[in-house]
């Protein structure tokens, strides 16, 4: 018995397997003061005998909240004398060029907690200032003695030569052995200096908070019988001990998400786009080649949600997903031009939709799907929790029919439309530039609301089919239980092809690969597999791509897998200039469990529960509609819009005009 756990703005979702498929699921609302408890809660639900799980696998938003919220440890950075701005100076770039009013989120460390340490490396190693090791114990004392409790330390081309910031650990661990230290040398050893300060100080602000919670966890599961620790899935779809992702929790930061993404590629063909939308956002994930991508340009805190550059960068793998806040809580309103408007901001679990009775007093998209019919009242979470249908229709009344002249059902559409139509767009975006046709992608839609969308986003993308996988409200928990034990590496090592060394990179590899070995050992996983990557450019280029290197494959070779590469991405090549690698990357990993995400044998019993009424446009409005207990619904059996069929964790919409069919697997796939 395995369970997934993945802890959302909203709801924290549960699933358990054994070799047969998903035995139990659950949903319970996400207890913000203190995560663990949900957590606690909810397995306790799930199943009655605990002790014979041997392994539960966890994803949270624990780190994202906390850079947004600003709740990690009071930290100070030490860089190389002249370099302490960097953080705020970043790369002097305007996102938005015309806005005379451009917002930046401002640094986790202060200026007056930034200090210019005297140390000099230069690009090639070589040590031109050596560390004044006296003023570095002397900060350290005076931090510790003003209340600071983690340090990072981002010394100029550290990624080359790390001496001096291992040596100025070593003295703060004398001097200050309570200071949380961490290197950029071992959290992002990479070129890029921005970059790697800002990923190096994310890691040490939340790195206290985050071991605490992940220690209380560990205790909460032992209170419950389940003896073995658990795992952490990693932003990149990787699972890590508790140990590791207590030393470097910005590998932890989107592992939520990446859990939806591995199981949509688990279950479906080998291209695809993966939609997953929860209480508070909406995550759209190209799948190419099986496995979904794979980026190492990720910003947290934008304040222009779909603007790069607005955010706080942090240089960690993550999948490569668009993430716009529009999900089940997030709010409407009527904007200053009288524009109907949803999201970002969401009602969370705390208060939560209006629907909900717990105190929310704004419209919701949750809110308007109930006045549109699509939910049921006495039936969301299998019945446990029943929303208040008539404080939703007041809500939407007052809030946006009224000012806008229109019925309070054309509001409800008007809100669930847009919520379609915004996703849709960042994911023709997001297909496009990674050199996909979204039109010619079946579409996998699975989270809380993501069946209740999904058919309005395929519509609008022109997708051919959604598919609702088993268990879609969990689906992201139920994809933790597909990733394999593994980590990823990075040295940095720039050079023109013709002049690289393949003695000198094979070495690189090999010590990369040594340590991922290691690492995995300590897991107890003996079989471990590597993936060599090189991060390569025409020379010139601001910005790299990334290309699997094969065994022999020097020097020639190489450069013709970077122009099969660079035509996928872009349908033409570069121009006639050299080639040059900037990064060398290893992606460790042990063997992907083998796992069964189907649902058991329908029970028996009538599938059709019933009729009622829900509103259809494109049908004249409300119209008699059947609705269906998915879990009684057998294998192959077709149901034609329009029709909704309902589960304990989400609700799939069918349509007029189109039709789902059961698949084998306990999927439902509609042929929009």
Not at 156 to 167: G, I, K, M, Q, V
Not at 501 to 526: C, I, N, R
């Amino acid at each position: 018995m395995r369970i997934g756990v993945d802890i959302g703005g909203t709801f924290t979702d549960l699933c358990a397997l054994d070799e047969t498929g998903i035995v139990a699921v659950g949903k319970v609302l996400t207890t913000h003061d203190e995560p663990a408890r949900a957590v606690e809660e909810g397995l306790a639900a799930l199943l009655p005998d605990l002790g014979a799980v041997d392994q539960v696998v966890h994803g949270t938003t624990l780190v994202t909240n906390a850079l947004i919220e600003r709740t990690g440890s009071r930290t100070a950075l030490l860089a190389t004398a002249g370099f302490r701005d960097v953080l705020e100076m970043r790369r002097e770039h305007r996102y938005e060029l015309y806005d005379l009013h451009l917002e930046l989120p401002a640094p986790l460390v202060p200026r007056h907690l930034r200090f210019d340490v005297p140390e000099r490396i230069l690009a090639d190693g070589s040590v031109h200032i050596g560390l004044d090791e006296e003023f570095v114990a002397r900060l350290g004392r005076e931090l510790a003695d003003r209340g600071i409790e983690a340090v990072a330390v981002c010394f100029l081309h550290a990624f080359t030569n790390p001496a001096h910031e291992r040596r100025t650990a070593e003295i703060l661990a004398e001097v200050a052995p309570s200071l949380r230290v961490a290197l950029s040398s071992e959290v992002v050893p990479e070129i890029r200096e921005f970059e790697r300060a800002s990923t190096t100080v994310a890691n040490v602000y939340v790195q206290d908070l985050t071991e605490r919670y992940l220690r209380d966890l560990e205790q909460r599961l032992h209170r419950l019988g389940i003896t073995r620790a658990p795992h952490i899935m990693l932003s990149n779809g990787g699972l890590a001990t508790v140990d590791t992702a207590a030393r470097y929790p910005i590998r932890i930061l989107e592992s939520g998400p990446a859990g939806g993404a591995l199981a949509a590629a688990t279950l479906g063909p080998a291209d695809l786009l993966a939609f997953d939308m929860g209480g508070t956002t909406a995550k759209l994930c190209l799948i190419a080649g099986g496995a979904p991508l794979v980026t190492h340009e990720f910003e947290v805190d934008r304040k222009y949600r779909l603007l790069p550059g607005s955010g706080l960068p942090v240089r960690v793998p993550v999948t490569d997903m668009i993430e716009i806040g529009v999900g089940g809580g997030s709010i409407a309103r009527i904007d200053a031009l009288g524009l109907l408007t949803v999201g970002p901001d969401s009602a969370g679990s705390e208060p939560g939709p209006v629907c909900y009775g717990r105190g929310g007093a704004e419209p919701t998209v949750t809110d308007a799907d109930l006045v549109l019919g699509y939910l049921d009242p006495g039936y969301f979470l299998g019945g446990e929790m029943r929303l208040d249908a008539e404080a939703a229709r007041s809500v939407i009344r007052d809030r946006i029919a009224g000012p806008l002249g229109v019925s309070v059902e054309e509001a409800a559409w008007g809100i669930h439309t847009s919520v379609n139509e915004d996703m849709a767009n960042a994911a023709r975006v997001h297909a496009v530039e990674r050199g996909h046709d979204p039109a010619k992608l079946p579409m996998y839609t699975f989270g809380g609301a993501g069946p209740v969308h999904g058919v309005g986003v395929a519509r609008a993308l022109g997708a051919p089919s959604v598919v609702a996988p088993p268990a879609a409200g969990v689906l992201s928990a139920a994809g933790f239980l597909t990733a394999p034990l593994a980590f990823d590496f990075v040295r940095s090592a720039r050079a023109a092809v013709p002049d690289l060394a393949w003695e000198q990179v094979d070495a690189l590899f090999a010590e990369m690969e040594a340590e991922g070995a290691a690492l995995l050992a300590k897991s107890g996983v003996d079989e471990v597999a590597h993936r060599r990557i090189a991060e390569m450019r025409y020379a010139g280029q601001g910005y790299e791509i990334r290309v699997p290197v094969h065994d022999g494959e020097w020097p020639g070779t190489l450069i013709d897998e970077f122009t099969r590469t660079y035509r996928a991405l872009y349908r033409r090549t570069g121009p006639e200039v050299g080639v040059e690698v900037l990064n060398w990357r290893v992606v460790s990993s042990g063997p992907k469990p083998a796992v069964t995400l189907r649902l058991t044998a329908a029970s028996s019993g009538q599938a059709r529960k019933g009729t009622r009424q829900a509103y259809f446009p494109s049908a004249g409005g409300f119209v008699d509609t059947a609705v269906f207990d998915r879990y009684r619904l057998a294998a192959g059996t077709r149901v034609d819009g329009p029709a909704i069929v309902e589960e304990r964790e989400s609700t799939v919409v069918v349509p007029p005009g189109a039709h789902c069919v059961v698949r084998t697997d306990g999927a439902l796939e509609v042929t929009v």
